[in-house]
Protein backbone atom coordinates (compact mmCIF):
# COMPACT_ATOMS: atom_id res chain seq x y z
CA UNK A 1 0.00 0.00 0.00
CA UNK A 2 2.94 2.53 -0.65
CA UNK A 3 1.84 5.05 -2.75
CA UNK A 4 -0.77 4.81 -5.61
CA UNK A 5 -0.21 1.34 -5.23
CA UNK A 6 -2.65 -0.05 -7.87
CA UNK A 7 -0.30 1.78 -10.49
CA UNK A 8 0.73 -1.77 -10.49
CA UNK A 9 -1.31 -3.45 -12.16
CA UNK A 10 -1.81 -0.74 -14.92
CA UNK A 11 2.18 -0.40 -15.66
CA UNK A 12 2.26 -3.98 -16.11
CA UNK A 13 -1.13 -5.27 -17.51
CA UNK A 14 -0.30 -2.24 -20.12
CA UNK A 15 2.58 -3.58 -21.35
CA UNK A 16 1.64 -7.36 -21.84
CA UNK A 17 2.14 -9.06 -18.68
CA UNK A 18 -1.05 -11.13 -17.65
CA UNK A 19 -1.86 -9.61 -14.03
CA UNK A 20 -3.91 -11.17 -11.45
CA UNK A 21 -5.09 -8.97 -8.36
CA UNK A 22 -5.79 -10.50 -4.81
CA UNK A 23 -8.18 -8.01 -3.51
CA UNK A 24 -11.05 -7.43 -1.11
CA UNK A 25 -14.58 -5.40 -3.00
CA UNK A 26 -15.44 -2.36 -0.64
CA UNK A 27 -19.11 -4.50 -0.17
CA UNK A 28 -17.15 -7.26 1.23
CA UNK A 29 -15.83 -5.21 3.83
CA UNK A 30 -18.91 -3.64 5.07
CA UNK A 31 -20.34 -6.81 5.33
CA UNK A 32 -17.48 -8.09 7.63
CA UNK A 33 -17.44 -5.18 10.05
CA UNK A 34 -21.38 -3.91 10.12
CA UNK A 35 -22.54 -1.38 7.77
CA UNK A 36 -22.84 0.89 11.08
CA UNK A 37 -19.03 0.25 11.29
CA UNK A 38 -18.12 1.82 7.87
CA UNK A 39 -18.43 5.80 6.96
CA UNK A 40 -20.80 5.94 4.16
CA UNK A 41 -18.76 8.71 2.45
CA UNK A 42 -15.54 6.47 2.78
CA UNK A 43 -17.36 3.63 1.44
CA UNK A 44 -19.36 5.70 -1.29
CA UNK A 45 -15.72 6.82 -2.64
CA UNK A 46 -13.67 3.15 -1.98
CA UNK A 47 -17.02 1.96 -4.53
CA UNK A 48 -15.63 4.52 -6.78
CA UNK A 49 -12.15 3.54 -6.42
CA UNK A 50 -13.24 -0.25 -7.19
CA UNK A 51 -14.99 0.74 -10.48
CA UNK A 52 -12.43 2.02 -11.48
CA UNK A 53 -9.64 -0.75 -10.54
CA UNK A 54 -12.16 -2.90 -12.57
CA UNK A 55 -11.03 -1.22 -15.80
CA UNK A 56 -7.39 -2.11 -15.69
CA UNK A 57 -5.98 -4.91 -16.93
CA UNK A 58 -6.22 -7.05 -14.45
CA UNK A 59 -8.22 -9.83 -12.96
CA UNK A 60 -9.81 -9.52 -9.30
CA UNK A 61 -9.48 -12.70 -7.38
CA UNK A 62 -11.33 -12.44 -3.86
CA UNK A 63 -9.07 -12.68 -0.98
CA UNK A 64 -11.91 -14.46 1.00
CA UNK A 65 -12.51 -16.55 -1.53
CA UNK A 66 -10.89 -20.19 -2.82
CA UNK A 67 -7.29 -20.23 -3.73
CA UNK A 68 -7.93 -22.12 -6.97
CA UNK A 69 -7.77 -19.47 -9.33
CA UNK A 70 -4.34 -18.19 -7.09
CA UNK A 71 -3.05 -21.53 -8.12
CA UNK A 72 -3.98 -21.77 -11.87
CA UNK A 73 -2.93 -18.25 -12.48
CA UNK A 74 0.72 -19.01 -11.08
CA UNK A 75 0.85 -22.66 -12.80
CA UNK A 76 0.46 -20.67 -15.95
CA UNK A 77 3.32 -18.05 -14.65
CA UNK A 78 1.12 -15.21 -14.37
CA UNK A 79 1.68 -12.44 -12.17
CA UNK A 80 0.13 -12.31 -8.74
CA UNK A 81 0.02 -9.19 -7.22
CA UNK A 82 -0.85 -8.82 -3.45
CA UNK A 83 -0.61 -6.24 -0.72
CA UNK A 84 1.75 -7.98 1.63
CA UNK A 85 0.70 -5.12 4.23
CA UNK A 86 -2.79 -5.68 3.59
CA UNK A 87 -6.18 -6.51 6.15
CA UNK A 88 -7.20 -9.18 4.32
CA UNK A 89 -6.40 -13.63 4.96
CA UNK A 90 -6.73 -15.86 8.24
CA UNK A 91 -2.91 -16.72 8.96
CA UNK A 92 -0.35 -14.20 10.25
CA UNK A 93 2.95 -13.54 11.10
CA UNK A 94 4.66 -10.73 13.66
CA UNK A 95 7.52 -8.97 12.37
CA UNK A 96 9.30 -5.87 13.06
CA UNK A 97 8.91 -2.55 11.02
CA UNK A 98 9.61 0.78 11.50
CA UNK A 99 10.70 0.05 15.02
CA UNK A 100 7.62 -1.53 16.26
CA UNK A 101 6.07 -5.21 16.02
CA UNK A 102 3.89 -5.92 13.01
CA UNK A 103 1.12 -8.16 12.44
CA UNK A 104 1.01 -9.45 8.62
CA UNK A 105 -0.75 -11.88 7.11
CA UNK A 106 1.50 -14.88 6.64
CA UNK A 107 -0.40 -16.04 2.98
CA UNK A 108 1.70 -14.33 0.46
CA UNK A 109 4.49 -16.21 1.97
CA UNK A 110 3.21 -19.34 2.46
CA UNK A 111 2.39 -18.98 -1.38
CA UNK A 112 5.74 -18.77 -1.80
CA UNK A 113 6.69 -21.61 -0.37
CA UNK A 114 4.01 -24.09 -1.54
CA UNK A 115 4.49 -22.95 -5.25
CA UNK A 116 8.25 -22.16 -5.55
CA UNK A 117 7.36 -18.34 -7.55
CA UNK A 118 8.91 -15.56 -7.32
CA UNK A 119 8.46 -12.87 -4.95
CA UNK A 120 9.72 -9.33 -6.45
CA UNK A 121 8.71 -6.78 -4.07
CA UNK A 122 6.97 -3.48 -5.86
CA UNK A 123 6.21 -0.66 -5.15
CA UNK A 124 5.12 2.70 -6.82
CA UNK A 125 6.99 6.30 -6.69
CA UNK A 126 5.04 9.48 -6.81
CA UNK A 127 7.00 12.56 -8.65
CA UNK A 128 6.40 16.18 -7.87
CA UNK A 129 5.12 16.32 -11.59
CA UNK A 130 2.54 14.10 -10.72
CA UNK A 131 4.34 11.14 -12.64
CA UNK A 132 4.63 7.72 -11.35
CA UNK A 133 7.18 4.84 -11.46
CA UNK A 134 6.30 1.65 -10.73
CA UNK A 135 9.79 0.40 -9.36
CA UNK A 136 10.58 -3.66 -9.18
CA UNK A 137 12.76 -4.83 -6.54
CA UNK A 138 15.14 -7.69 -6.91
CA UNK A 139 13.25 -11.51 -6.25
CA UNK A 140 13.60 -11.80 -2.64
CA UNK A 141 15.15 -14.44 -1.25
CA UNK A 142 12.34 -17.24 0.72
CA UNK A 143 13.38 -18.94 3.63
CA UNK A 144 12.99 -23.02 3.08
CA UNK A 145 14.47 -23.76 6.63
CA UNK A 146 11.92 -26.89 6.75
CA UNK A 147 9.97 -24.81 9.82
CA UNK A 148 6.78 -23.63 8.43
CA UNK A 149 6.01 -21.35 10.76
CA UNK A 150 9.76 -20.10 10.78
CA UNK A 151 10.21 -19.59 6.77
CA UNK A 152 6.91 -17.76 6.68
CA UNK A 153 7.84 -15.53 9.10
CA UNK A 154 11.70 -14.95 8.03
CA UNK A 155 10.37 -14.13 4.49
CA UNK A 156 7.61 -11.77 5.16
CA UNK A 157 10.09 -9.89 7.33
CA UNK A 158 12.35 -9.87 4.52
CA UNK A 159 9.40 -7.98 2.34
CA UNK A 160 9.11 -5.86 5.45
CA UNK A 161 12.52 -4.18 5.75
CA UNK A 162 12.47 -3.96 2.08
CA UNK A 163 8.81 -1.62 2.29
CA UNK A 164 10.53 -0.01 5.47
CA UNK A 165 13.46 1.28 3.69
CA UNK A 166 11.16 3.06 0.73
CA UNK A 167 8.45 4.51 3.41
CA UNK A 168 11.79 6.05 5.82
CA UNK A 169 12.71 7.54 2.31
CA UNK A 170 9.41 8.68 1.26
CA UNK A 171 6.97 8.76 4.79
CA UNK A 172 4.55 11.17 2.78
CA UNK A 173 3.93 7.80 0.71
CA UNK A 174 2.55 5.34 3.39
CA UNK A 175 1.30 7.85 6.22
CA UNK A 176 -2.59 7.53 4.70
CA UNK A 177 -2.10 4.08 5.04
CA UNK A 178 -0.89 3.70 8.51
CA UNK A 179 -3.46 6.19 9.58
CA UNK A 180 -6.33 4.35 8.06
CA UNK A 181 -5.17 0.82 9.55
CA UNK A 182 -5.02 2.81 13.38
CA UNK A 183 -8.42 4.27 12.63
CA UNK A 184 -9.58 0.00 11.80
CA UNK A 185 -7.54 -1.35 14.57
CA UNK A 186 -10.77 -2.18 16.55
CA UNK A 187 -12.13 -3.83 13.62
CA UNK A 188 -8.98 -5.45 12.10
CA UNK A 189 -8.60 -9.27 12.91
CA UNK A 190 -5.39 -8.22 14.29
CA UNK A 191 -3.92 -4.66 14.64
CA UNK A 192 -1.47 -3.54 12.00
CA UNK A 193 1.22 -2.22 15.34
CA UNK A 194 1.19 -4.81 17.99
CA UNK A 195 0.80 -1.54 20.52
CA UNK A 196 -2.26 -0.67 18.44
CA UNK A 197 -3.83 -3.07 20.10
CA UNK A 198 -3.40 -1.47 23.97
CA UNK A 199 -4.39 2.46 22.49
CA UNK A 200 -8.08 0.39 21.53
CA UNK A 201 -8.68 -2.30 23.81
CA UNK A 202 -7.80 -5.68 22.41
Request: net charge positive; charged share 20%; proline share 5%.
Amino acid sequence: HFGLNTLTMAGLGHRGYTINQISAPPTVWREILGKENVNPFAFRRASRTWRNEQALPAAHISVFGFLRPVFKALRRNEILCIAVDGGGGNSWTQVEFLGRRCNVSAGPASLALRTGAAVIPAVVLRHEDGRHTVVMEPRLDVSRTGDRGEDERATTQAFMDVLARWVRDHPDHYAGFLRLRMNTASTDTLPFFEDYGSVHGH
